[in-house]
């Protein structure tokens, strides 16, 4: 059983950055894609980045240019780096995995979330 841990959210006043970190611990997930989505209020549940087992990386329109995802397959982590957070941004960040299903991907796991909370 795989799971997926999220931290390093947290209250920040807009401009300044969070880096939440995802831990994925049960089995090694160096062959999945794996992904941050978030979750803002009174929207659906949106992907900002992934990245595959190569090294490939997708950003949604929703990363604006302002967020960055790495990968450090030897330790199961993906890190998603959010500079300059608006309050836009504010809302639950989640961490998953899953594995490509042409032409689309399957996310088989999920984190329970990290919240993010921007003010003004």
């Known amino acids: 059983q795989v799971q997926l841990r999220e931290s390093g959210g947290g209250a920040v006043q807009a401009g300044a950055p969070l880096r939440p970190t995802c831990v994925a611990t049960g089995k090694p997930l160096s062959t999945n894609v794996m992904a941050w989505f978030r979750q803002t209020p009174g929207k659906e549940r949106e992907l900002i980045a992934l990245v595959g087992s190569g090294g490939t990386i997708e950003y949604s329109d929703s990363a604006e240019d302002r967020f960055i995802i790495t990968r450090n397959s030897s330790k199961n982590t993906v890190i998603l780096q959010a500079n300059s957070l608006n309050i836009r941004d504010t809302g639950i960040y989640y961490c998953?995995?899953?594995?490509?299903?042409?032409?689309?991907?399957?996310?088989?796991?999920w984190g329970l979330g990290t919240q993010v909370t921007v003010s003004s």
């Open positions: 998953a995995a899953g594995r490509i299903a042409f032409p689309n991907y399957k996310y088989d796991y």
